[in-house]
Structure formats: structure tokens, C-alpha cells
T-cell receptor
Framework: AQSVTQLGSHVSVSEGALVLLRCNYS??????LFWYVQYPNQGLQLLLK??????LVKGINGFEAEFKKSETSFHLTKPSAHMSDAAEYFC??????????FGKGTRLHILP | DSGVTQTPKHLITATGQRVTLRCSPR?????VYWYQQSLDQGLQFLIQ???????AKGNILERFSAQQFPDLHSELNLSSLELGDSALYFC????????????FGPGTRLTVL
């Protein structure tokens, strides 16, 4: 069965610094992988997704993620953090069926 | 704005009661997904409908049921409510049946007292 582990329930970075949110997955088949962002009092919004094309996936708001099969990882990065990036981020995996499993989420804090 | 609407935004009720949450998908989307988000369980997939038919089931309790109507809106019925059912309930929609880009609604916050 698929699963997702997000390392760190809270991550703090300074404005302008690199953002790195970690996600490791477990899947018995080549997975689909997703990153979603949730702003306070809102629903989730898709940042980017991996569906077996290029391993480096670029998303909205300057975020990108790299699929590394050997490490079973799909870490999310952004070169320079902005105050507006403060939110909760969810990594998710699907075994190409109709179910999607979400991680517990990582709350990103941006320090001025 | 994702184009997915959910009503009501907030719902406060008592244990043992029954409530209905409503979701209207984006125009043209045939799939509707329901999720529960709570502090202890995180975000959990409950159930999916595609064009009126149940397509996938997740961790949905027997006290919960859902349906998708001919106009493609969906309702999630929660009965015999318990304190632990207090959570945010999200609906998401997508154009296709399989998991791909899902567009999430703003959620319904359910509080069971």
C-alpha cells in the first residue's frame, strides 16, 4: 500500500532563503506524486505533479520538485522564500488508481 | 477561486444528529471526491463518485454515506454524529475519473458538541 512521509511538521526559513520541504513515499507501482498548498481557511491548491514524464517538475509560484526513484523522494524546493509562501504544504501519492494518500503536512513559516 | 463550491461553510450540531454537506463541482467536471481533515488523522480520502456512480472508497465510516446527483452535485451525509467527527470536510472535483489534478472547495467545518 502506498504511503507518504513528510519530514518536519514545521519548517522555518528566512525571507529570501532556500525553501526545502521533504517528502518520501512508498509505492508498489510507479506512482503519481503531488504537492498541494493550503492557505489559512482555504482548500488545497495544486502546486505541481509528477506523472512519469520529466523527473524535475516545475510548478506554480516558483516551486519545483524532483522525483528520485532511488531515494523514493519527491522534495519540494523554492530558491527564494517570500512572505506569501507561508502556508501548509501537503505531499501526496497515488498508485495511478482513484485513491490519493496525503502526508501529514508541513507548515512553512517565513521569518522576516 | 477553484470553482468548487461547498455549503454550508460552518455547521455546529450535537452528538447523535445527522447532517448533510453539499458540493457543487466545477463546470464540466465529472468526478467528485470527499476528504476529511482533522488534527489527529490529517487529510483522509473518504469516497469518490464519477458521473453519478461510486468509483472508489477510502476510510469512510459506515455512518457516512454520499451520492452524486444527475446534475453532478454531491452530498455527504453524516449520521449518528460523534465528537470525533468534528473536522473540515473538503470536496474536490476533476474532469476525469482517475487521480489527476483535483480542484478543492473551501471546505465545510463541522463541529459536533
Amino acid at each position: 500500500a502506498q504511503s507518504v512521509t513528510q519530514l518536519g511538521s514545521h519548517v522555518s526559513v528566512s525571507e529570501g532563503a532556500l525553501v526545502l520541504l521533504r517528502c518520501n513515499y512508498s509505492s508498489s507501482v510507479p506512482p503519481y506524486l503531488f504537492w498541494y498548498v493550503q492557505y489559512p481557511n482555504q482548500g488545497l491548491q495544486l502546486l505541481l505533479k509528477y506523472t512519469s514524464a520529466a523527473t524535475l517538475v516545475k510548478g506554480i509560484n516558483g516551486f519545483e520538485a524532483e522525483f528520485k526513484k532511488s531515494e523514493t523522494s519527491f522534495h519540494l524546493t523554492k530558491p527564494s522564500a517570500h512572505m506569501s509562501d507561508a502556508a501548509e504544504y501537503f505531499c501526496a501519492v497515488s498508485e495511478r488508481d482513484d485513491k490519493i494518500i496525503f502526508g501529514k503536512g508541513t507548515r512553512l513559516h517565513i521569518l522576516p | 477561486d477553484s470553482g468548487v463550491t461547498q455549503t454550508p461553510k460552518h455547521l455546529i450540531t450535537a452528538t447523535g444528529q445527522r447532517v448533510t454537506l453539499r458540493c457543487s463541482p466545477r463546470s464540466g467536471d465529472l468526478s467528485v471526491y470527499w476528504y476529511q481533515q482533522s488534527l489527529d488523522q490529517g487529510l483522509q480520502f473518504l469516497i469518490q463518485y464519477y458521473n453519478g456512480e461510486e468509483r472508489a472508497k477510502g476510510n469512510i465510516l459506515e455512518r457516512f454515506s454520499a451520492q452524486q446527483f444527475p446534475d453532478l452535485h454531491s452530498e455527504l451525509n453524516l449520521s449518528s454524529l460523534e465528537l470525533g467527527d468534528s473536522a473540515l470536510y473538503f470536496c474536490a472535483s476533476s474532469p476525469i475519473a482517475g487521480v489527476d489534478t483535483q480542484y478543492f472547495g473551501p471546505g465545510t467545518r463541522l463541529t459536533v458538541l
